[in-house]
């Protein structure tokens, strides 16, 4: 039995992760990490330790002396921010004597900032939208005229770190795309794109020096609260859906090889579907796993155990199938505050009654 340390403990990303490893085999000992304490009230690891956020100069002090008391078997890291603050450090982590399951820290510098992103899915031939970087007025005005749709709108989103949509908007509006720039003081950070459609889909892999271990499809059916955020998104899933694509899958792989030669670790491709119906790689959420990983876990395929028992053990799945192992139609139904439930389609309608 071995102790893992996860970070951002108590917030759903993480919890999805330490509930996954609870409910593996080995009765592993999770110790929880986080920078928020009434996230931390709410984990289910056995411990909560309180560690300052990763982008001010009391972290890397604080994890390693974390790291120094606690020794930890290995240590995972579930948000875009301290995963990159986390990788500059990787070798005086390793030092400690915890293991880490990462990828290089250049294809994590490329995932995080999503205009490099765009460049590499590019340069490598994949159908992505257009992007501009937004450095100044006539660079947005350059935007509305080049990447505007049929109404004139385009797609305006913060390239730096962070999850869950971050400055994103859709508008056909010069002036109010001006004043939103303004207002997260984006100027030579927002990225304009030319409009996807809302039909989204992600395809969570992990890899070991090259070598795709397993990957699994998932649909969205929606964002919580989407209809309480100006761009629709969330970052939050309403509905996620097992599914099984082979161009999903074949763009998926063509989107991380754009960005790692040799790819190793967590790597969640986000795509959304362009007017002809072709899925375009909008970002890689890069060595984490998705908000909704519990929904595979539920289902039969826990990733997250999968994932260390790689990192601790040296120890890979038997999977009869490494791609898309699960049945499509599965339903992950999620609300706030509420237990989410797997379900099937039907399993829905038979509950539900229509007047």
């Given at each position: 039995m071995s102790k893992i340390l996860i970070a951002g403990a108590g917030g759903t990303p993480s919890e999805g992760v330490i509930k996954?490893?609870?409910?593996?085999?080995?009765?592993?000992?999770?110790?929880?990490?986080?920078?928020?304490?009434?996230?931390?009230?709410?984990?289910?690891?056995?411990?909560?330790?309180?560690?300052?956020?990763?982008?001010?100069?009391?972290?890397?002090?604080?994890?390693?002396?974390?790291l120094e008391t606690e020794k930890p078997d290995f240590v995972h890291f579930q948000n875009d921010l301290e995963i990159f603050h986390a990788s500059l450090i990787r070798d005086e982590i390793l030092a400690t004597g915890t293991k880490?399951?990462?990828?290089?820290?250049?294809?994590?510098?490329?995932?995080?900032?999503?205009?490099?992103?765009?460049?590499?899915?590019?340069?490598?031939?994949?159908?992505v939208p257009k992007n501009m970087m937004i450095h100044d007025e006539d660079d947005l005005r350059v935007a509305f005229a080049e990447l505007g749709d049929e109404d004139g709108k385009i797609w305006l989103r913060a390239s730096s770190i962070g999850g869950g949509g971050k400055g994103a908007i859709p508008t056909a509006d010069y002036s109010l795309a001006?004043?939103?720039?303004?207002?997260?003081?984006?100027?030579?950070?927002?990225?304009?794109?030319?409009m996807l459609t809302p039909n989204t889909v992600t395809w969570l892999s992990i890899w070991y020096e090259g070598?795709?271990?397993?990957?699994?499809?998932?649909?969205?059916?929606?964002?919580?609260?989407?209809?309480?955020?100006?761009?629709?998104?969330?970052?939050v899933t309403k509905v996620g859906v097992t599914s099984s694509n082979e161009e999903v899958t074949r763009i998926a792989i063509e989107s991380i090889k754009a960005v790692s030669a040799k790819p190793h670790g967590i790597f969640g491709v986000d795509m959304a579907y362009d007017q002809n119906g072709v899925p375009n790689p909008t970002e890689i959420n890069i060595s984490r796993f998705f908000t909704t990983v519990l929904f595979f876990t539920e289902a039969g395929l826990n990733m997250p155990e999968i994932f260390t028992n790689i990192a601790l053990y040296g120890e890979f799945p038997q999977l009869e199938n490494k791609i898309n192992p699960l049945p499509n139609e599965l339903h992950w139904v999620r609300g706030m505050d509420v237990a989410p439930r797997l379900m099937t389609e039907s399993a829905i309608s038979q509950e539900i009654l229509f007047s």
């Open positions: 996954s490893i609870l409910r593996g085999s080995r009765q592993e000992t999770v110790i929880g990490m986080g920078s928020e304490p009434t996230d931390l009230v709410l984990t289910a690891a056995s411990k909560k330790i309180y560690v300052p956020y990763a982008n001010t100069p009391e972290y890397k002090t604080r994890l390693l002396r974390i880490m399951f990462m990828p290089e820290h250049e294809v994590i510098d490329t995932c995080v900032h999503k205009y490099k992103s765009y460049l590499s899915f590019k340069a490598a031939g994949v159908t001006k004043a939103w720039i303004n207002h997260y003081q984006g100027w030579g950070d927002f990225v304009a794109a030319s070598e795709l271990i397993v990957a699994q499809t998932r649909a969205r059916q929606g964002w919580t609260h989407g209809n309480r955020s100006i761009s629709g998104v969330t970052g």
